[in-house]
């Protein structure tokens, strides 16, 4: 598990989030990644950067974070403003490099490294899954 290959699985589960029908999970994991790599002093904070999309129309900000080759954004917490200086805009012309790595491949380095678990999807109907269940509109022995 070098930085590169946590920062280009943070990147790919990142990129797949944006576009998520859920993207909860996927956020959790990049942002309890970036975390234990900043703990583990394999990624830095950098700055605070205005957000590109402010909620409500009120002026956010959030925190720019430098892991290998890559640059991430996470929201920020009290001590980063206390801490961190204001980069002021987001810088448009930068992008990360590319990456060819599957999702199911990032999803499953990076729950490797963290520890956690994705939640199991609940049934939307509410119904339990079992063997007894016998569907209303099954036909009966019988009927044609």
Request: with cysteine.
């Amino acid at each position: 598990m070098s930085v590169d290959n946590l920062s280009k699985a943070v990147f790919v589960v990142n990129k797949h989030a944006k576009t998520a029908p859920n993207p909860k999970f996927l956020y959790t994991l990049k942002k309890r990644a970036l975390e234990k790599l900043i703990s583990e002093d394999k990624a830095k904070k950098i700055g605070l950067h205005f957000s590109r999309n402010p909620n409500l129309s009120k002026q956010t900000s959030t925190v720019l974070i430098s892991c290998g080759s890559y640059l991430f954004h996470i929201l920020p917490v009290k001590e980063d403003f206390q801490n961190l200086p204001h980069l002021g805009s987001l810088e448009e012309q930068y992008r990360n490099p590319k990456t060819y790595l599957s999702l199911k491949q990032a999803k499953a380095l990076l729950m490797t490294y963290t520890g956690i678990k994705e939640p199991q999807p609940n049934n939307p109907f509410g119904l339990q899954a079992s063997k007894n269940y016998i569907s209303p509109f099954a036909k009966r022995p019988g009927e044609r």
